[in-house]
């Protein structure tokens, strides 16, 4: 067994426990209230979020990166959209934030077909 086929095996394991452990709802909602700022969680109602089911990441970047995306209820009555990206990497990467764009903007896409979206959300997103 070669070093990138266990480095796969282990971005796997991380990518299958993170998705696993956030997509219990009450969890997720801890997970956001104890990451964004409370500048933005104070505009969420009590209500868990919901996930929203795709991915944003390329392909060939999933053995270093995990996505979920969640949509939460704010105290308006609005909802809202929080992207969170797991990296799976063991030293920072300089591109992370140009990827994180890039995700962004194929979550808009996606926003963009959804009945409920007469404008694009700004994700609240969570790099760690």
Request: proline residues 6%.
């Amino acid at each position: 067994m070669n070093v990138r086929t266990v480095s796969s095996q282990v971005a796997n394991i991380h990518d299958a426990f993170f998705k696993q452990v956030l997509s219990d709802q009450q969890t997720a909602g801890t997970f956001l209230r104890e990451h964004l700022p409370s500048e933005v969680t104070g505009l969420f109602t009590c209500d868990p979020p919901e996930r929203v089911p795709g991915s944003f990441v390329d392909e060939k970047l999933r053995q270093h990166h995990s996505d979920l995306l969640f949509q939460v209820q704010l105290n308006t009555g609005q909802n809202a959209f929080a992207y969170v990206l797991l990296e799976h990497k063991s030293s920072p990467d300089s591109a992370a934030r140009l990827q994180l764009l890039r995700y962004i903007v194929r979550c808009w896409w996606t926003c963009a077909a959804l009945p409920m979206s007469a404008y694009l959300p700004s994700p609240a997103c969570v790099l760690t």
